[in-house]
């Protein structure tokens, strides 16, 4: 059930972001700094995952510090 809801969730995220896109494209070119924008932030935020997947130490101390 939790599963089924987070695809619904992924799927309306996909959705959402698509339209989001095809309104910008579609104000172009003021739109295009938006797309700009959106896919800066959507790097930086994968530059910030990626680093906090591979950290070690943040791993430590969410496993071995008391809460």
């Known amino acids: ?4 809801a987070y ?5 309306v995220l996909i959705v959402w972001i698509v ?16 797309i700009i924008a959106i896919v800066g932030f959507g790097l930086l935020f994968i530059k910030v995952l990626k ?5 070690e130490e943040d791993n430590y101390y969410s496993k071995n510090i008391d809460k």
């Open 19 to 34: 339209a989001m896109f095809a309104g910008l494209i579609s104000a172009f070119p003021a739109g295009l700094i938006g």
């Open 1 to 4: 059930m939790e599963k089924l």
């Open 51 to 55: 680093e906090r997947l591979e950290s």
């Open 7 to 11: 695809i619904l969730f992924i799927l």
